[in-house]
Nanobody, 128 residues
Framework: VQLQASGGGLVQAGNSLRLSCANSGRTFSNYFMGWFRQSPGKERTFVAAINWSDGSTIYADSVKGRFTISRDNAKNSVDLQMNNLKPEDTAVYYC??????????????????????WGQGTLVTVSS
């Protein structure tokens, strides 16, 4: 699994941005991916996750209703559509992959420590 994140940039508050995370390696039957973000001086926090096999999703409360995570099996990628962006969404966004059962890890998908693979991060800056 090799992850490459892209799509970051500078946008004004209220606008949208779409991030993409491409996996150039193999996928697995039990596999899920997540997006995390990290602001300067703060810990990395969970944004959203998706189960590769059935598309089940989970979101952080702070982004529910504004962000949508989706997968593209043909492209072997996971996207994060971010709408109605706020200045507090400014961060470096990282995609991550975990080989394992979504059901078994259902209570832990929001924890960065369980993920095996990480992309390099892409910066999102939201101006007010």
């Amino acid at each position: 699994v090799q992850l490459q994140a892209s799509g970051g940039g500078l946008v004004q508050a209220g606008n949208s941005l779409r991030l993409s995370c491409a996996n150039s390696g193999r996928t697995f039957s039990n596999y899920f991916m997540g997006w995390f973000r990290q602001s300067p001086g703060k810990e990395r926090t969970f944004v959203a996750a998706i189960n590769w096999s059935d598309g089940s999703t989970i979101y952080a409360d702070s982004v529910k209703g504004r962000f949508t995570i989706s997968r593209d099996n043909a492209k072997n990628s996971v996207d994060l559509q971010m709408n109605n962006l706020k200045p507090e969404d400014t961060a470096v966004y990282y995609c991550a992959g975990k080989i394992g059962s979504w059901k078994i890890y259902s209570t832990e998908v929001s924890q960065a420590k369980i993920y095996n693979y990480w992309g390099q991060g892409t910066l999102v800056t939201v101006s007010s």
